[in-house]
């Protein structure tokens, strides 16, 4: 499919209240392997593990490993005071040790699409075992926990669930991959997201090149408590 335009339309839906809660007050989670915690400063150097493997950083937007330490700090910056207010990215640890694995979550509250994107990467000696599945599990109930406010957003019309939805739609959360990241496409789809749409566009590591990407939606729906 050719790259084309998105087209927007306004509807009125929920999003978390603002401001989101801040580091300091959002309480660690743990699941069957993994304790989910806010991201700190002194995760810096294990981030930095993380982001130069170059199997990890591949299929990201940057495409290579993060070029030293102070490259990596500046990639953590938008998930530390005073930035967490406006994300909710995690450190991905092993209950059992602490030992930080991955980082994972919002990284942004108006992805392309209009809705909260979410997002994540897991060190390549711990991939296979179910932990991106656990993990995105996991956060999806910590972010429909959230309270909400209702909101007017302007959004992809392509990720309208039909026409009736488009002055009033059920909230969601996009992610997308590229084609041929089939781990990526199945954790979502393990953990309930949706796929609706393949389009093509430049590729980020390489504007000369095109890329096939996939979108996934996950509509919040019933999930939401409040
Ligand atoms: C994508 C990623 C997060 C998957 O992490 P993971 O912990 O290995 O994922 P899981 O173990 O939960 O795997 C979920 C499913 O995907 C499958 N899967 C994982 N990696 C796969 C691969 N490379 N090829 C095919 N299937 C794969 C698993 O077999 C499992 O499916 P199954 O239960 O039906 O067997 C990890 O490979 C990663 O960090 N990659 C680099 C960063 C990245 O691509 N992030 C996503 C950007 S969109």
Redesign the pocket.
């Known amino acids: 499919m050719a790259a084309s335009k998105p087209k927007w339309a306004t509807v009125k839906t929920t999003l978390p209240a603002r401001p989101l809660p801040l580091n300091a007050s959002r309480s660690p989670v743990t699941t069957d392997s993994l304790l989910i915690r806010p991201l700190v400063p002194e995760d810096a150097r294990s981030l930095h593990i993380l982001r130069t493997q170059p199997?990890?950083?591949?299929?990201?937007p940057q495409g290579r490993p993060d070029k030293d330490l102070e490259e990596t700090q500046q990639r953590l910056s938008p998930f530390l005071s005073p930035n967490d207010e406006k994300t909710f990215n995690c450190a991905i640890c092993l209950k059992d040790t602490g030992e930080l694995i991955?980082i994972?979550g919002c990284h942004q509250l108006v992805s392309m699409f209009g809705w909260p994107a979410i997002?994540?990467?897991?060190?390549?000696e711990?991939?296979?075992?179910?932990?991106?599945?656990?993990?995105?599990k996991a956060w999806l109930e910590s972010w429909c926990e959230l309270p909400r406010a209702e909101a007017e957003l302007e959004i992809d019309r392509r990720t309208l669930l039909s026409d009736e939805d488009e002055e009033s739609s059920p909230e969601q959360v996009t992610?997308?991959?590229?084609v041929d990241?089939?781990?990526?496409?199945?954790?979502?789809e393990?953990a309930g997201f949706e796929r609706f749409l393949t389009w093509e566009e430049a590729d980020l590591r390489d504007p000369a090149l095109q890329v096939t990407l996939i979108g996934y939606r996950y509509v919040l729906g019933d999930h939401l408590r409040n």
């Open positions: 199997e990890v950083m591949a299929n990201s991955g994972g997002g994540y990467m897991i060190r390549t711990f991939w296979g075992q179910g932990l991106a599945t656990e993990f995105v992610a997308f991959t590229l990241n089939i781990g990526s496409q199945r954790v979502l393990k």
